[in-house]
């Protein structure tokens, strides 16, 4: 079974940029689409951006595409969530899944963006 293991996250102003970092464990890791998600505070879940195994496509929500960028090393399982021009509305718990939510949850990172 996968474990996953957010990081990266903190507290930035608005226009800032944090990079997320997801360690995978298990070597079916880089079979999987993987995904970001994030839950804002009373708030459902939400997916972020997805990439694929080989990361060659990504896909990312309306509301953070051209802000955010999701990558992948499977050679030393991380996924990753480069985020720009931070907004107050991006504060939130990030978690990386396969874009099936095929593993257990991890803890996430929070994020908060805020002057």
């Known amino acids: 079974q996968v474990q996953l293991v957010e990081s990266g996250g903190g507290l930035v102003q608005p226009g800032g940029s944090l990079r997320l970092s997801c360690a995978a464990s298990?070597?079916?890791?880089?079979?999987?689409?993987m995904a970001w998600y994030r839950q804002g505070p009373g708030k459902e879940r939400e997916l972020v951006a997805t990439?694929?195994?080989?990361?060659?496509?990504?896909n990312y929500a309306a509301s953070v595409k051209g802000r955010f960028t999701i990558s992948r090393d499977n050679g030393n399982g991380t996924v990753y969530l480069q985020m720009n021009s931070l907004k107050p509305e991006d504060t939130a718990v990030y978690f990386c899944?396969?874009?099936?939510?095929?593993?257990?949850w991890g803890q996430g990172t929070q994020v908060t963006v805020s002057s």
């Open positions: 899944n396969s874009d099936s939510r095929s593993f257990f």
């Open positions: 298990g070597s079916t890791f880089t079979m999987f689409t």
């Open positions: 990439i694929t195994p080989g990361g060659s496509r990504t």
